[in-house]
């Protein structure tokens, strides 16, 4: 093949209209991610992005809004045990699951629904 993919860009999650002060709490406050600023002819659309690392998590504005339940994107932590205690700190809900072998992981939904993996490769 004459082309290669070199990574992902960003992962889009939806919410629903008027949401970015949530999502600004969710995602900034209590995940840690940095709010970067979204080019001017976006905001119009509504929505907020984040970035950790090189990598960008985009939340877009969708009406009428029906939450992803199950497609996610998956996130490798370092101390996952300390994120757990965190979000309980944060009385953010998750759910650990055991079936992936070679890794602890959890899932938590965002304030809008939409499913997050999170995980540490053991």
Same mark, same amino acid.
């Given at each position: 093949m004459?082309?290669i993919?070199?990574?992902?860009?960003h992962?889009?999650?939806a919410a629903?209209?008027?949401?970015?002060?949530?999502?600004r709490?969710? %995602?900034?406050?209590?995940l840690?991610?940095?709010? *970067? =600023?979204k #080019?001017?002819?976006?905001? +119009?659309?509504g929505?907020?992005? &984040?970035? %950790?690392?090189?990598y960008?998590i985009?939340?877009? *504005? =969708?009406? #009428?809004?029906?939450?992803? +339940?199950k497609?996610h994107p998956? &996130?490798?932590?370092?101390?996952?045990?300390?994120?757990?205690?965190h979000?309980?700190?944060?009385?953010?809900?998750?759910?650990?699951?055991?079936?992936?072998?070679?890794?602890?992981?959890?899932?938590?939904?965002?304030?809008f629904g939409?499913?997050?993996?999170?995980?540490?490769?053991?």
């Amino acid at each position: 093949m004459s082309f290669i993919f070199k990574s992902i860009d960003h992962v889009q999650l939806a919410a629903p209209k008027g949401s970015e002060t949530i999502a600004r709490k969710f %995602f900034g406050e209590i995940l840690g991610f940095q709010e *970067i =600023e979204k #080019p001017e002819k976006l905001r +119009k659309k509504g929505g907020v992005w &984040f970035q %950790f690392n090189t990598y960008q998590i985009h939340i877009g *504005i =969708e009406e #009428p809004f029906t939450p992803a +339940k199950k497609a996610h994107p998956a &996130f490798e932590v370092e101390n996952l045990d300390a994120l757990k205690m965190h979000l309980n700190q944060n009385e953010v809900n998750f759910m650990v699951d055991t079936d992936l072998p070679g890794a602890n992981r959890i899932y938590v939904h965002d304030p809008f629904g939409n499913r997050i993996e999170i995980l540490e490769w053991i």
